[in-house]
């Protein structure tokens, strides 16, 4: 007659194997054989103050460029002192030249977008490299507490009917 006494060992079943899947290459990413490799990330966030009146320009085949720049502010304590830094940043916003109308000096904006370096050639043929945001978001943060002026396009604002004049 077996003993009713059994050790740990015999107390513990051991678990069943894993059944581990074969290791394998990288899925490809839809576009030919190419591994999906590391992915990236090329997004900017700035919420800040216009330096300047938007610019539009057209390149020659039409398309609107504009162009402006945002302020955004950083503070610190060094030591008893505080400390401020003030850092400009280059926004470039395609196809949209409606919008650029009420990018006007000093108005609160968020702009979303990514990242970009390029290089051209100036007057002196020097080879200059610019880094810049281009955007694909823009949200005016100044509204109607800025007053009504504020927030119409630069072109209408300085229209002054005679119903406007209070005498």
Excluded: C, H
Excluded at 70 to 78: Q, Y
């Amino acid at each position: 007659m077996p003993s009713a006494k059994k050790t740990v060992a015999q107390r513990v079943a051991p678990a069943p194997a894993r059944r581990q899947a074969p290791v394998s290459a990288p899925r490809s990413a839809g576009r030919g054989d190419k591994p999906r490799g590391m992915r990236s990330v090329n997004r900017v966030v700035l919420l800040g103050a216009l330096g300047q009146d938007a610019e539009t320009r057209y390149t020659q085949s039409g398309t609107a460029v504009t162009q402006f720049s945002v302020a955004t502010n950083r503070s610190w304590k060094d030591g008893d002192n505080w400390k401020e830094e003030t850092q400009w940043t280059r926004v470039v916003m395609w196809a949209q030249e409606k919008t650029a109308e009420y990018l006007t000096k000093g108005k609160k904006v968020y702009i979303e977008g990514r990242l970009s370096t390029r290089s051209y050639e100036d007057r002196d043929g020097k080879t200059v490299w610019a880094t810049e945001v281009v955007t694909d978001q823009v949200i005016l943060l100044s509204g109607v507490s800025d007053g009504q002026e504020q927030s119409q396009p630069r072109g209408q604002r300085d229209q002054i009917s005679e119903d406007d004049i209070p005498f």
